[in-house]
C-alpha cells in the first residue's frame, strides 16, 4: 500500500521545511507574539486591579468629603452660635457701661448743680443781706429825723428794759 | 434566509448534476469508446502524491515541477514535464521514466539495463510543492501580527490579525500555558509552530484547486515527521524523573524485578504515543478527502447507468461532499488542535517533578 509507506522524499522536505518555518517564526514571531500576549493579559489584569482600587479609593474620597462636609456644617453652626453669644454679650456689655457712665456724668452734674445752688444761696443771702442793711439804714434815717420819734423809741426801748428787769 | 440558502444550494447542486454527466461522457470519448472508470485508481490518485500538479478542468495538463534524482551516476534535475504520460527522458546517457506499475507505481525510476531501479528521490513534488506554499502562507499569517506589535505596541488587533492573535491566544493560553505552566515560554514556539503548520496544511487541502489540494495531512509522511519531532522534544527535555519512571517505576518491587513488566510497558508507552499522533491525523485528514472524492466518484459511476439516476446521484452526492467538506474545516481545526494539545500532554508528563508525582498520576488517567 503506497498510503502507509512514507516516501523518504517527503520526510526530507518535510523535514527540512519544518525547521525553516520553525526558525523563522521562532526567530521571528513567536517571541514577540508570546511576549504580547503575556504583557497585554497582565497589562489588562493590572487595569482592572487598577479600575477597583480606584473605585474603592472614590468610595472612600466619597466618604471622606461628606465627613468633611459635615464637620464643616457642625462648625459652622458652633461659629454662628458662638457669635451670636458673642454679639449679646458685647451688646450687653456695652449697655453696662453706657449706664456707668451716664451715672457718673449725673452725679458729677448732680455735684455741680449742688455747687452751683450753694454758691447762688451764698449770693442771694450775702445780697439780701446788704439789701436789708440798706433799707434799714434808709429806714433808720427817715424815722429818726424827728425828735418826737427819737424820744418815743427812747422811752419803748427803756419800758422794754424796765420790764424785763 | 434559511430557505434561501437552501434553495441555492439546490439549484447549484442540479447544475452541477447537468454538468457532470456532460464532462463524464466527453472524458469517455476522449479514451475512446466505452472505458470503465477505476474508482480505486481515481481515489488513491488523488490522495497520492505526484509529479506536477494538475490543472482544474483539464485533466492532461499539469503545472511541471522540477525533479530532483540522484541516480546511478549522481545528481540530475529536470522538469517533470519531460516524464508526463509515461514519457522517457534521456539525461546525461540515463533514462528516467514515471512507472506505469510494479512496486515503483506513480515513481520516476531510472533504467538500468532494462531493469526499473528506484534512483534516490528528492523531488519537489506535489506535496512537497504544497509544503513550501504552507510555510509561506504560515508565514504570511504571523510575520504581519509581529510588525503591527512593533508598530502599535499594546493596541489590540483588529478584523484579520485581530482573529489570528485570537487564534494564537486560544492555543498559547488554553492549551500550552495551562499544561506547561512556567515552561511554557520554552516550549511554545514549537508547539504553537506545529499547531500553525498542521492547521494550514489542513486548510489548503481542503482548497480543491491549484494552491491546495494536496492531500499533505493525509500523508504518513508528514505526520510521521510531526509526530517525530514532538517525540524528539518530548524525550531531549524529558527531565530525571521522567526517565526513572520509565526504567524503574514506582511499582510493587515484583513487577519490575525479575521480570521487567513495567519497564517494557513505559517503554512501548514511548513510542506509542507519537504512533498514535501519527496515525491520528493521518488517518483522520485521508478520510476526509477520501470520502469527499468517493462522494465525488458516484455521480460518474451513476453517470452509465442513465440520466435520471445521475441527476439524482449529482444532487444528493454534491450536497453530500458539500456537509462533508464543510465538517473538514472543522475537523482540520479538531485536528491540528489535538494534535497541539496531545504534544503539549506528552512534553508536560516528560517534565514532572518528583514533588508532583500525585498530579503526574491525575494526568495519565
Known amino acids: 500500500m503506497e498510503l502507509f509507506t512514507p516516501d523518504f522524499g517527503l520526510i526530507f522536505w518535510m523535514f527540512l521545511s519544518f525547521a525553516v518555518l520553525f526558525f523563522i517564526l521562532w526567530k521571528f514571531a513567536w517571541p514577540a507574539i508570546t511576549k504580547m500576549i503575556d504583557q497585554r493579559a497582565e497589562l489588562i489584569d493590572k487595569g482592572v486591579e487598577y479600575a477597583q482600587q480606584a473605585r474603592q479609593d472614590l468610595d472612600q474620597a466619597q466618604a471622606k468629603a461628606e465627613e468633611v462636609m459635615q464637620e464643616a456644617r457642625r462648625q459652622q453652626a458652633d461659629i454662628l452660635r458662638e457669635a451670636d453669644r458673642v454679639k449679646t454679650q458685647i451688646i450687653e456689655e456695652a449697655r453696662g457701661e453706657a449706664r456707668q457712665a451716664a451715672a457718673k456724668e ?24 446788704a439789701f436789708a442793711l440798706n433799707i434799714a439804714q434808709k429806714v433808720v434815717r427817715n424815722q429818726m429825723s424827728d425828735t418826737k420819734a427819737q424820744t418815743q423809741l427812747v422811752d419803748s426801748l427803756l419800758d422794754e428794759i424796765e420790764k424785763k428787769n | 434566509m434559511k430557505r434561501l440558502t437552501l434553495i441555492a444550494l439546490l439549484l447549484i447542486s442540479t447544475l452541477v448534476s447537468m454538468s457532470f454527466p456532460a464532462a463524464a461522457s466527453t472524458k469517455g470519448e476522449d479514451h475512446g469508446g466505452e472505458e470503465k472508470i477505476d474508482p480505486k485508481e481515481i481515489i488513491f490518485e488523488h490522495l497520492g502524491d505526484r509529479y506536477g500538479w494538475e490543472v482544474p478542468f483539464c485533466h492532461h ?16 534535475i529536470f522538469s ?57 502562507v504560515v508565514c504570511l499569517v504571523l510575520l504581519p501580527l ?8 499594546y493596541k489590540a488587533p483588529r478584523r484579520w490579525l485581530g482573529a489570528v492573535e485570537a487564534l494564537t491566544a486560544f492555543i498559547y493560553d488554553g492549551v500550552i500555558k495551562s499544561t506547561l505552566k512556567d515552561k511554557a515560554s520554552k516550549f511554545a514556539p ?27 495531512t493525509g500523508n504518513i509522511a508528514v505526520t510521521l515527521v510531526l509526530a517525530i519531532l514532538t517525540f524528539l522534544v518530548t524525550n531531549i527535555f524529558g527531565t530525571k524523573h521522567y526517565w526513572k519512571e520509565i526504567f524503574w517505576p514506582d511499582v510493587p518491587l515484583w513487577l519490575k524485578f525479575p521480570l521487567p513488566i513495567m519497564p517494557i510497558i513505559e517503554i512501548f508507552g514511548v513510542f506509542t504515543k507519537p504512533a498514535a499522533l501519527t496515525v491520528r491525523l493521518f488517518a483522520n485528514m485521508m478520510g476526509g478527502h477520501m470520502i469527499v472524492i468517493v462522494l465525488t466518484l458516484l455521480i460518474f459511476i451513476f453517470a452509465q447507468m442513465g440520466m435520471a439516476v445521475a441527476g439524482g446521484t449529482a444532487v444528493i452526492s454534491t450536497m453530500f461532499s458539500i456537509f462533508m467538506l464543510l465538517i473538514d474545516v472543522l475537523v482540520s481545526f479538531i485536528q491540528a488542535y489535538v494534535f497541539t494539545m496531545l504534544s503539549t500532554i506528552f512534553i508536560s ?17
Open chain 1, 106 to 129: 449725673l452725679d458729677q452734674a448732680k455735684l455741680q448743680i449742688d455747687q452751683a445752688r450753694k454758691e447762688a444761696e451764698q449770693n442771694i443771702r450775702d445780697e439780701v443781706s
Open chain 2, 61 to 76: 495538463k499539469s503545472i511541471p515541477l522540477p525533479i530532483i534524482v540522484f541516480g546511478s551516476d549522481g545528481l540530475h
Open chain 2, 80 to 136: 517533470s514535464a519531460r516524464v508526463e504520460h509515461g514519457k522517457e527522458y534521456v539525461d546525461g546517457g540515463k533514462i528516467f521514466r514515471i512507472a506505469a506499475e510494479g512496486d515503483f507505481k506513480g515513481k520516476i525510476v531510472e533504467i538500468v539495463d532494462g531493469e526499473e531501479t528506484r534512483p534516490f528521490d528528492i523531488s519537489i513534488t506535489k506535496n512537497v510543492f504544497a509544503l513550501i506554499l504552507t510555510v509561506i
Open chain 2, 146 to 153: 509581529r510588525c503591527y506589535y512593533r508598530r502599535k505596541g
Open chain 2, 190 to 216: 514549537y508547539l504553537l509552530t506545529v499547531f500553525y503548520f498542521i492547521f494550514v496544511m489542513n486548510l489548503m487541502g481542503l482548497m480543491v484547486v491549484f494552491p491546495g489540494g494536496a492531500n499533505l
Open chain 2, 349 to 365: 508528563l516528560a517534565q514532572e517533578n518528583p514533588h508532583k508525582e500525585h498530579g503526574a498520576a491525575e494526568a495519565k488517567h
